[in-house]
């Protein structure tokens, strides 16, 4: 694969994403099929031409991914694994409680459909999948909820062995760490359980661990002053607004990783344009389906 050149394709894709984004959060349009005859336009599905939101929705996706798959070969994927992460696990998950994804999903997430091709070879999970889910089930967690706490702190494991400090690995541990806590908090999690779900290195998790004992009051001033003040907002936020801690999160990366727009790295121009084109979409979908962005 030749890295200069995908490098230098995302980042022409991404300014051309950020233009789209900003031309569509400025719109002022009175009906859907006023969106759906801008967006057209804009080619933002590529060279179909849809005639209804839902349409054309499917084809922002399959054109987005499409995008970045023709700058990839085989021996790229392996970069999806950080940038897409929330939804690989969402595959492997269902994998490991032997669920189906494709009947539910088929119509209108392409992405999920996509990356689940992606994750096989030959009809079956690729080695490093597999591999995955087998210390997982060597585990033999009777609980469901300790399963997939497992399933997420073995893939972050193995994005860290081939990752490293990759910032966006980092800022997504701090993240997801501060919503265990939270959790932790609230449902008066033992502090074995506590423990088990935290992610990142050693130092990483001691530190987490020190705010066990800590009741909600304190946590959030005691976040911003041993972690960082960013740290202390998200949870504050998460904690005003529970149901919406997934956006909070997403807010929390958004904010930490914008300096990845100067880096040359492919894996960092892959994880902004993954933020932008999926803020895109989730716009769309709200639009579309008339509910928040993370319902």
Known sequence: MDLPFVSASLGVKI????????????LDVKSNDELVNFLNHLQIGG?????????????????????LLELFDEDGYHYLDLAFADEILTLLNLKLHELSFDEKFKKYDYLHLSLKDLLAEEGSLKDNYRSILQEVENA?????????????????????KRFKKNPYLLAKEYALNTRTLLRAARFKFSFEDYASELLGDDVLKEKYQGFYLLDLNQLEMTLKEKVEPAIGELFHNML?????????????LENKISDLLFSDE?????????????????????????????E
């Open 240 to 252: 005003k607004d529970t149901k919406s801690a997934d956006h909070y999160v997403d807010l929390y």
């Open 47 to 67: 060279s179909v031409e849809a005639k209804d939101l839902e349409t054309l929705l499917l084809e922002v996706e399959k054109h987005f991914f499409g995008e």
């Open 140 to 160: 033999s967690l009777n609980d469901p909820r300790a399963s997939e706490a497992l399933l997420v702190k073995v893939y972050y494991d193995d994005l860290r």
């Open 15 to 26: 300014a051309d994403l950020r233009k789209i984004e900003s031309q569509l959060f400025q």
């Open 266 to 294: 492919v894996v960092d121009l892959l994880i902004v344009y993954m933020m932008i084109s999926k803020r895109i979409v989730k716009y769309l979908k709200k639009v579309a389906y008339q509910v928040d962005d993370y």
